[in-house]
């Protein structure tokens, strides 16, 4: 005899729930899904409401773990934790999905087709989880972008600027001389430059920033302003510009939405994308692993950790505490602030115009850090500790101020190779350098250019 499965349709969840009783193993389509829920008398699973939902009489309706095609060829969704809703179809605004887990479910398949853009309208709970897989069937270029929609939260005129200057060991500063005291307040958030020009209707952007510190009532000091690109940030990294406001400019202090804890993002051929949001609240203490290929932009992160091979590139971002490549991860970091300093083990990290705040960079087994134009340090024991059997390479300059130890140390087999063309590497001219265990002067260090311990092989030699 043949299964007969009866097939029933209603418009939303609250229908389902007010079916009458249908026979055992029923499917039930659901227009606001767009999806099936079996009806299981039996069923032991919670009800939630979204994906298991009560019947009128007994059983339960379970939803099938298959999405719509539908859904996957949506590019744009909105995410919005207090006034979304997960029945909405996520398309605008006033439709928005309220989690981050119905989203996963309607990407079922694992599957989402072009670029897909998530905007972040309020703070939510929920950690960012998600497992898909980005295909180019549509675009040459797909990624998932969670994009947050950051709030105004002050705005000015800038009134004086003083950019980074390596060679003289001075750091950036931003000041607005009408409106004193505003800067403690400011603290982690972005800061975004926006300048009026003649061609232009309304002021254009001309870089973002993260505000450091407050130096004295009217100023502050910010990490290196970073040109974002001009489709929000997508691709091109490699081709990161760095700007410079000037005074007359208007700016911008951002609060950014904020998710959870965490953020896992299980697939390693998927290109993921995070701008304008926070992760984790302030000061607590967690890690937030990325475990995906892509790029950060402009972020408060809690704590970053790479969780399995592949690239990821921090854009302008604030990272509240370790930052750490690993398992043969990639981390290429352009401007923005690492709190707590950062390190390599075993995977490689590349620093450009990057703020490194209350600890050293650092190298571990077999890691690779690589220096470009410049970094700076502030207030650790060393400036760069590199251990048995890593490595760094300095294509730039590696400065700072309120160093307490030897301003490069470098352990039994360890190697730190340099440009000549970038010395003196350091503007304090009491540097000295450990070479496992053979302390150098800088002035003897230049004057050799290079030099091997010839007891344990640590080393520090000009690029060849």
Known sequence: MPLVIQVYHVASLQGLGAMPVVPNGSLVWVDTLRTFFEFDEHSAAPIDGITVVAAKVRGKFVRSLLASRHWSLQSTWHLNAQTGDDQNDGATSATAVATVA??????????????????????TDEALDINFRVTGAVEPYSYVRFQGVPKVVHSGIVTGYEPYNSAAGTRGTISDATQPNIWALSAGRVIRFRRLLPELAEADLVAEAFVIREENETSAWISQPVVPNADGGAYGVGAETFGHPAVGDTYEILELPRFGSSCFVRSGTSYLELQYVAMGAPNVDHVAVFQAEGAIRSCVLSDYDTGVPGQMQLVNCYVQRNCRSQYAGQTAVYGGVLNFGCSSKPGRMDLQRTVVRNGAVRSYDSGYVMVKDWACIFDAPHLLEIHSHARAQLLGRLWGTEISSNEISVSAQGAVSYDVSILPLLV?????????????????????????????GAAMVADT
């Open 428 to 456: 304090e001219p009491t540097v000295e350098i450990s070479l496992g265990g053979e302390i150098l002067t800088y002035s003897q260090f230049a004057a050799l250019q290079n030099y091997v311990n010839p007891m344990n």
């Open 102 to 123: 119905e989203l996963q479910r309607r990407w079922a398949d694992g599957r989402a087709l072009g670029r897909i853009r998530v905007l972040v309208e309020s703070d």
